[in-house]
T-cell receptor
Framework: AQSVTQLDSQVPVFEEAPVELRCNYSSSVSVYLFWYVQYPNQGLQLLLK??????LVKGINGFEAEFNKSQTSFHLRKPSVHISDTAEYFC???????????FGKGTLLTVNP | DSGVTQTPKHLITATGQRVTLRCSPR?????VYWYQQSLDQGLQFLIQYYNGEERAKGNILERFSAQQFPDLHSELNLSSLELGDSALYFC?????????????FGPGTRLTVT
């Protein structure tokens, strides 16, 4: 079975501060990893993905994530956040015999002025 | 705008009723996925279709069914509705099966069962 654990349900930060949203996964097979963002009353948008190769992945809006196989982690980072980054962030994985996405419970990032 | 459309945007219905949610994938995408987002269960995969055929099933109740039509649009049918079925239902589409083909999500249909 595959699972994704997002270690923080809520992360409040001040504008221009750095942020890290933590994600750990469990799988018996090789996985592909994703971070999605959901703004209020909207669908999910892909921020970045790890398929293979370099373990440091850069995405949209200045976000990046690092795949760590030994730690089974895929933490999302941004060096300086903006008010507009306030949203819910979901870590997800795909792997095995089908390509469904297994999501974590989400982390609500709130950026305060 | 992801290019995936879902109708209706909101749906309010009573327990015991049946509803149909519709999804039009991005032009050219062959694969359609359905997900349910609820407060207690989070985002869960329901079912996937690829070019008209069922490809994978997740935590989909027997009261729920889906299909993908020749024009590639998909419908999710929910019957004998219960209060617990209230949720946001997302459709996603991708060009082909699996990575590197990204899943693009629609805006969702919010179902409220009263």
């Amino acid at each position: 079975a595959q699972s994704v654990t997002q270690l923080d349900s809520q992360v409040p930060v001040f504008e221009e501060a750095p942020v890290e949203l933590r994600c750990n996964y469990s799988s018996s097979v090789s996985v592909y990893l994703f971070w999605y963002v959901q703004y209020p009353n909207q669908g999910l948008q892909l921020l970045l993905k790890y398929l293979s190769g370099s373990t440091l992945v850069k995405g949209i809006n200045g976000f990046e994530a690092e795949f760590n196989k030994s730690q089974t982690s895929f933490h999302l980072r941004k060096p300086s956040v903006h008010i507009s980054d306030t949203a819910e962030y979901f870590c997800a994985l795909s792997g095995g015999s089908n390509y469904k996405l297994t999501f974590g419970k989400g982390t609500l990032l709130t950026v305060n002025p | 705008d992801s290019g995936v459309t879902q109708t209706p945007k909101h749906l309010i219905t009573a327990t015991g009723q049946r509803v149909t949610l519709r999804c039009s994938p991005r032009s050219g995408d062959l694969s359609v996925y359905w997900y349910q987002q609820s407060l207690d269960q989070g985002l869960q995969f329901l079912i996937q279709y690829y070019n008209g055929e069922e490809r994978a099933k997740g935590n989909i109740l027997e009261r729920f069914s889906a299909q993908q039509f020749p024009d590639l649009h998909s419908e999710l049918n929910l019957s004998s509705l219960e209060l617990g079925d209230s949720a946001l239902y997302f459709c996603a589409s991708s060009l082909r099966d699996g990575p590197p083909y990204e899943q693009y999500f629609g805006p969702g249909t919010r179902l409220t069962v009263t």
